[in-house]
């Protein structure tokens, strides 16, 4: 069987979804990473409870990144996000507005503070949908363990979390 074309997405506001990208990459031996990042970032309290608001409301934010705009050939996306306010992040809102994920199907991994991950299927089926609108499917999720808002977590740390989800993951 061929082997699947694979590839990360992900945003990241204090480096914890980053650090556990990194990790996934090379446990997984996947070289395409691709980071998005926010066109205009909020920071300090206002920009918290801002960002808590808007992902509350499932908005989408304008984005960058170098993930193309159709995915064509990338037959697996791991996308990677922060829990903001129960909900992905409104950047993975903003990507998955812009992409075209026609074939492609996606494994959405949430990294939050909360370690029993409460609320998590709703964030989830609202991810659904948009992968569905861009003609993707939603293969899995995973829910990992990041930081308190803010904070970033022992590098052993995410890397247990990694370890842990690693072999639940249906990759083929
Ligand atoms: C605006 C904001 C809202 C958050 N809301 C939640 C939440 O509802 N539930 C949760 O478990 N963690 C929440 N967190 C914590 C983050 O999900 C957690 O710190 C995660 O590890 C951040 O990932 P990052 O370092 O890649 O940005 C929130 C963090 C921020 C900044």
Redesign the pocket.
Known sequence: MKTPNRAIAYF???????SSAGMLAEMLSIAAVYPITEVRERRGIRG?IM??FD?MRSKAVDIKTTFPETAGDIDQLILMT?????HVTPAINGFLEKTDLSGTRVILIT????PEFKGIKKAVSQVEKRIIKQNGVLRQSAAMH????????DRDHLAAEIARICPLLELE
């Open positions: 990241s506001r204090s480096g914890n979804t980053r918290f960002n808590g992902a922060p829990v903001w306010a129960g990294v939050q503070s909360d990041g930081s308190a808002p803010g904070k970033k977590a």
